[in-house]
C-alpha cells in the first residue's frame, strides 16, 4: 500500500486502467463521471472487459449517463424488434440519489485506488486530491469491499423504488376518491348527497328522476 497527495492523481488511475489495462473486469465507484471517461470505459466494455459502475444521478452526470444509456441499448429494426443475436454489453451500472454516493474506488486484477478523486478531468489532472494505491492482495480486498458498497447501494436503490411506488399509488387513491366523490350528485328535495343513478334519495326518501 502506498499513498499519493497532490494533483495528477491520474497518472494511478488514467494511466493504470485505461492505458491496455491487463485484467479481465474493472470496477468503479465515482458519484461524477465525465463524458470523456464514460467513453474509455464503453471502449473497454466493448474490448470484452467486464465492467461495473456505482454513480450519481447528479445533473453534472448527465451527458455520461446519457452515454451509457445509448451503449447498452438494443437495436431494434423497423418493427421495433430486437435481433436474436444481439447480447448486453458486459457493463453494469447502477445509479443512485446523488446524495448518497461519496466513495471513490476504481479496482481491476492486483491492483486498486481509493480516495477524494472523481472519474473527471478535474478530479485526476487538476485538483489536489488524495489517494491510497493497492496492489496485489491487498487489491483483492478492496474488489471485495467494492461488491459490498454495490450490494448495499442497490438495495437502498430497490428500497427508494418501493417508496416511490407506494407514493404514487397513494396519489392515485387520492384522485380515485376524488372522481367517485365528484360523480355523486344531490337530492332536488333536501339536498343530500345521492350516487348518480340512485333511484330515491337515501335520507328523505325522495323519488329521484332518471
Not at 418501493?162 to 397513494?170: F, H, M, R
Request: include cysteine; hydrophobic fraction near 40%.
Amino acid at each position: 500500500m502506498r499513498t499519493y497527495v497532490g494533483r495528477g492523481a491520474g497518472a494511478f488511475i488514467e494511466n493504470q486502467f485505461f492505458a491496455a489495462p491487463k485484467t479481465t473486469f474493472l470496477l468503479i465507484c465515482s458519484p461524477w463521471i465525465s463524458p470523456k471517461y464514460a467513453q474509455h470505459i464503453i471502449d473497454l466494455a466493448r474490448r470484452g472487459i467486464q465492467v461495473r459502475i456505482i454513480t450519481g444521478d447528479s445533473a453534472q452526470n448527465k451527458a455520461a449517463l446519457d452515454l451509457f444509456n445509448e451503449f447498452t441499448k438494443p437495436p431494434r429494426d423497423w418493427l421495433g424488434r430486437i435481433p436474436k443475436d444481439w447480447t448486453p454489453p458486459p457493463i453494469d451500472i447502477l445509479k443512485v440519489k446523488e446524495h448518497s454516493i461519496h466513495a471513490k474506488i476504481y479496482a481491476m486484477e492486483g491492483y486498486a485506488v481509493v480516495g477524494s478523486a472523481n472519474l473527471t478531468e478535474n478530479g485526476l489532472w487538476q485538483w489536489a486530491e488524495h489517494i491510497v494505491i493497492f496492489e496485489g492482495e491487498e487489491a483483492e480486498q478492496i474488489v471485495n469491499d467494492f461488491s459490498t458498497l454495490y450490494h448495499l447501494h442497490k438495495q437502498r436503490a430497490e428500497e427508494e423504488v418501493v417508496e416511490e411506488i407506494k407514493g404514487i399509488t397513494e396519489k392515485l387513491s387520492g384522485v380515485f376518491k376524488k372522481i367517485r366523490f365528484s360523480l355523486k350528485t344531490t337530492c332536488p328535495h333536501c339536498g343530500a348527497r345521492i350516487q348518480r343513478g340512485s333511484k330515491f334519495c337515501p335520507k328523505c326518501g325522495a323519488k329521484l328522476e332518471g
